[in-house]
C-alpha cells in the first residue's frame, strides 16, 4: 500500500481546495477523483465562465438544518481571500449582477489555479480512480481500481446528487453511513419547476418569456427574474425559492414588483378611459404574457374599455396580478439541479474542522454535508470554506 498523510476522495472545487491547503502545511496528499478530469462541476459553471464567489457572502445565503453551522467556516476563509487567490494568478473577473464574480474568459482559470495550486505543494491527483471499499482500524484503508492506498486522514469531498450526467452519485452519503454518521434526507435545490395541466399548457406557450418578478413560497421571497420554459418555470427567481419549496406547495407571483398594479390601472382609467387593459399592462409586462393573463383572469372584460370597469373589478385584477397563486407539479428533479439539498448532518460534524465528532480522523465538505447556498456564488464560497477549513486541520 502507498501511505499519504491525508486521502481526498473527490476533486471538486472543495477537494481540491482542501488538498491544495492541507499540502502547504507539509502534509503528503492524495486526492482521488472518479471521472477523467477534476473540477467538473467548475468547468460547467456559469455558462463556461464560473460565478467563483459572491461579494455579499453571508451566513444568511446558506440553507441548513443548523443555519450557523458555516459561520465558522465562511468568516475565516471569506469571498476576499477567494477574490486574493484569483487575482494573484492573474485572472481578470467581473460583477454580473447581484456581487456574482465570473471570470472573463473561462472557468478553466479556475481549475487551473486550483491544479496549480496542488502542484507547488506535491499533491498527487489520480483520476479515473473507481474507490471499490473503505475501511478503518488504525489508518484508511482506501481500495480502488488504481491501487490500495492508506493514510492517517481520510476527506470525503464527493460532492452531491445534482447532474447525474457528470457522475453525481450517492457514494459520499453510504461512506458517511458506514462509519456511523447521520445523513439528512436530501433532495434537489436550485432547480426548474415543472407544471401539470393547463398551467404546462400556458408555460408551453409562454416558453422563452422573461420577467421581473418576486417569487414567494412560505415566509421566503426573492426579487429575481423569471423564465417561463416549455415544462414550467425557471430563471433565477425559480430556482431560488425552488430550495425552499416542498411538493404541495404553493409558490405566489408578484408580476408587477416595480409598481403599484391598482395604482397603474386606476391612473389608466382616468387617463385614457378608452384604453384596453391588454395595452395598458403592455408597458409593463410582455405582451404574450399579457394575453395569456387575460384568457386566465379578465375574458369577460377583454375588449370592454377600463374606463368602463368598476374600480373593485381592477382593483382585483391588480391584486390577481401581484399575488398570482400557482402550484407546481414538481421539480425537474437532480437531471438539472445545481445543488443537492440535505446531506451529511452537521451534529456529526465541528464547525471550525470539519472533522467528524466520533471519529476525529474523518472529515466532510463541500457539497456532501447539509449546507446549500444560494444562487450567485455562495456554493463554491461554501466549497472554498469548507475545503480550506479541513485543510488546515487534517
Known amino acids: 500500500m502507498t501511505e499519504f498523510d491525508v486521502i481526498i ?11 491544495a491547503t492541507a499540502a502547504e502545511r507539509g502534509r503528503r496528499v492524495l486526492v482521488l477523483e472518479g471521472s477523467n478530469r477534476i473540477g467538473k462541476k467548475i468547468l460547467m459553471s456559469g455558462g463556461g465562465r464560473c460565478n467563483f464567489t459572491n461579494l455579499y457572502c453571508t451566513p444568511d445565503n446558506f440553507i441548513s438544518a443548523n443555519p450557523k453551522f458555516c459561520t465558522s467556516a465562511i468568516s475565516r476563509y471569506t469571498q476576499w481571500d477567494f477574490i486574493a487567490l484569483v487575482e494573484k494568478y ?16 473561462s472557468s478553466k482559470q479556475i481549475v487551473a489555479m486550483l491544479q496549480r495550486e496542488c502542484e507547488r505543494h506535491a499533491v498527487q491527483i489520480v483520476t479515473n480512480c473507481r474507490v471499490s471499499a473503505v475501511d ?10 488504481k491501487g490500495e492506498f492508506v493514510s492517517e486522514s481520510l476527506v470525503l469531498a464527493t460532492g452531491g446528487l445534482s447532474i447525474p450526467k457528470m457522475g453525481a452519485s450517492d457514494f459520499g452519503y453510504r461512506l458517511a453511513r458506514q462509519f456511523g454518521l447521520a445523513v439528512r434526507d436530501t433532495r434537489a435545490g436550485l432547480v426548474p419547476f415543472t407544471f401539470s395541466g393547463a398551467a404546462h399548457e400556458m408555460s408551453e ?10 417569487i414567494e413560497c412560505g415566509a421566503v421571497s426573492f426579487d429575481e427574474d423569471l423564465l417561463f420554459t416549455h415544462r414550467g418555470l425557471s430563471g433565477p427567481a425559480a430556482l431560488q425559492i425552488s430550495s425552499y419549496w416542498m411538493p404541495g406547495d404553493d409558490i405566489e407571483l408578484n408580476l408587477m414588483p416595480a409598481a403599484d398594479a391598482a395604482q397603474v390601472l386606476l391612473q389608466a382609467k382616468a387617463e385614457h378611459p378608452r384604453s384596453r387593459l391588454r395595452t395598458v399592462l403592455t408597458h409593463h409586462l410582455p405582451r404574450a404574457l399579457v394575453l395569456e393573463l387575460q384568457a386566465l383572469f379578465w375574458p369577460d372584460s377583454a375588449e370592454t374599455a377600463i374606463g368602463e370597469l368598476p374600480n373593485a373589478r ?3 385584477i391588480a391584486q390577481q396580478l401581484q399575488r398570482w397563486t400557482l402550484r407546481p407539479a414538481a421539480t425537474e428533479g437532480y437531471r438539472t439541479a445545481e445543488v443537492t439539498l440535505g446531506g451529511i448532518d452537521t451534529d456529526e460534524l465541528s464547525s471550525q474542522t470539519m472533522a467528524c465528532k ?11 454535508v447539509d ?24
Request: with cysteine; glycine share 16%; net charge positive.
Open 371 to 394: 449546507v446549500t447556498g444560494h444562487l450567485g456564488g455562495f456554493n463554491f464560497q461554501w466549497a472554498w470554506a469548507s475545503g480550506h477549513a479541513a485543510g488546515r486541520s487534517v
Open 205 to 214: 406557450r409562454l416558453a422563452g418569456v422573461s420577467v421581473a418578478s418576486v
Open 358 to 368: 466520533r471519529q476525529p480522523s474523518l472529515y466532510c465538505i463541500g457539497e456532501l
Open 136 to 145: 478503518h482500524a488504525t489508518a484508511w484503508e482506501v481500495r480502488s481500481n
Open 314 to 316: 381592477l382593483q382585483s
Open 9 to 19: 476522495i473527490g476533486g471538486g472545487a472543495a477537494g481540491l481546495m482542501c488538498a
Open 90 to 105: 492573474g485572472i481578470a473577473y467581473h460583477e454580473k449582477t447581484r456581487g456574482q464574480l465570473f471570470c472573463d474568459e
